[in-house]
């Protein structure tokens, strides 16, 4: 039996052999040996899933004992190349597994004890006490507009939207609302809400370079492209550096309370445990 054909013996023969054929690790179960370290049936357990077919599994596990023996070589290499003192990880690995270990009991505590509900009379005092925290990067709008194809551009619809928008009364807006849903016409009626501009900027065909200037002149604007007409009507807006809405903000400071909050349990539970085995006397400091 050459060498490929011993390969697919063994694969097929892990790919369709029961588990109780893997549970002996002596070296008569090896599938593949590398200097001092030996592959085993077992550990190729699980490397194929479920439902793959037989030509797909010989080439999985074919994969894997190769890279397995490519580990081995590189890590020899390397053994035979580097210093007993640059192999040494052992206070890396202490460090790593004790902060592994407190990761695990602070996140458990946190799970069981952490309050995750925030009021919004807490997010409203924390926005007024931290104002400098929230500038805006950005300029913002509250917009409604209006999509018309532009065989639909002197419409009656059309007209009658223009006058609804322009009007910006709760009424109107119903009315345009109304309007929208039964005819041609695409609207966005969101007044309520701000929007980035750069964002409203990719919904609709603005080519605006000066933004501030842009926002201070106007409230009704017209605009198209090669298929629409857009009438978009400003409702409010701010400028970039200046304080931002709460609205926006809401959960950005709900994320800071309940972080601060981690922080406030976790060296609570700290101070709780030094203070315990003080005074159990559990450590001495010579």
Same mark, same amino acid.
């Given at each position: 039996m050459n060498l490929r054909i011993g390969l697919v013996f063994i694969?097929?023969? !892990? /790919? =369709?052999? #029961?588990?109780?054929? =893997?549970?002996r690790e002596d070296k008569a179960d090896a599938i593949a040996v590398a200097y001092d370290k030996y592959l085993y049936k077992s550990d190729i357990q699980g490397v194929v899933p479920l439902g793959t077919s037989? @030509?797909? #599994? !010989?080439?999985? /596990?074919?994969? $894997?004992i190769n890279n397995w023996v490519r580990r081995q070589v590189i890590l020899h290499q390397a053994e035979n190349n580097l210093a007993e003192d640059q192999k040494d990880f052992n206070a890396q690995l202490e460090t790593y597994r004790n902060s592994l270990i407190v990761f695990e009991y602070e996140s458990e505590l946190i799970r069981q004890k952490l309050d995750t509900v925030v009021?919004?009379?807490?997010?409203?005092? =924390? $926005?007024? @006490?931290?104002?400098?925290? =929230?500038?805006?990067?950005? +300029?913002?709008? &509250? /917009? +409604?507009?209006? &999509?018309?194809?532009?065989a639909?551009?002197?419409? /009656?619809?059309?007209k009658k939207a223009s006058v609804y928008l322009k009007s910006g009364k709760p009424q109107d807006i119903e009315k345009l609302d109304e309007l929208c849903q039964s005819s041609m016409l695409t609207c966005r009626i969101d007044s309520e809400n701000w929007v980035l501009f750069n964002d409203l900027q990719q919904e609709v065909p603005l080519n605006v370079d000066d933004q501030e200037s842009f926002l201070r002149n106007r409230k009704y604007y017209e605009t198209n492209d090669s298929l629409f007409v857009y009438l978009i009507k400003f409702s409010d807006y &701010? %400028?970039?550096?200046?304080?931002?809405p709460l609205s926006l903000e809401i959960e950005n400071i709900r994320?800071?309370?309940?972080?601060?909050? &981690? !922080? *406030?349990?976790?060296?609570? %539970? *700290?101070q709780e445990v030094f203070q315990k085995a003080l005074e159990n006397k559990e450590f001495e400091i010579f």
């Open positions: 694969c097929a023969l !892990l /790919v =369709f052999s #029961s588990c109780k054929y =893997f549970n037989p @030509a797909d #599994s !010989l080439e999985i /596990v074919s994969q $894997y009021s919004e009379d807490e997010i409203q005092k =924390f $926005y007024d @006490a931290n104002p400098q925290n =929230f500038q805006l990067r950005e +300029n913002i709008v &509250k /917009v +409604n507009y209006v &999509k018309i194809p532009q639909n551009a002197n419409s /009656v619809p059309a &701010k %400028m970039k550096e200046t304080l931002s994320n800071i309370i309940i972080n601060r909050r &981690k !922080l *406030e349990l976790i060296n609570r %539970m *700290e």
